[in-house]
């Protein structure tokens, strides 16, 4: 969609390997379908939240941290994602 103060929030977007990891929150300003996520990459983490919104890393950190850390850790569907590092040394 474009025009207006509008614009197409796609434009230019290109489909990545690189794993990615989704937190939902339910105070976010706009809520866009969760399969949206699946266009942008290789999604292999993906999280909901009952509290927190567009500001989670302040808001609910131990949250956001906790994400992070069942996407990279070991076991993780992230884990070791960078060759030759486990995050860990």
Known sequence: ???GN???T???TKWTSV???VS???GEPVHLPKSWAHTLGKVVFQSEHDKGGHFAAFEVPERLAGDMRK?????GPAYGVVPGKNGYD
């Open 1 to 3: 969609m474009t025009g």
């Open 19 to 21: 794993p990615l990891g």
């Open 6 to 8: 509008s614009h197409d």
């Open 71 to 75: 996407m990279y850790g070991k076991g």
């Open 10 to 12: 796609a434009e230019g």
């Open 24 to 26: 939902y929150f339910p």
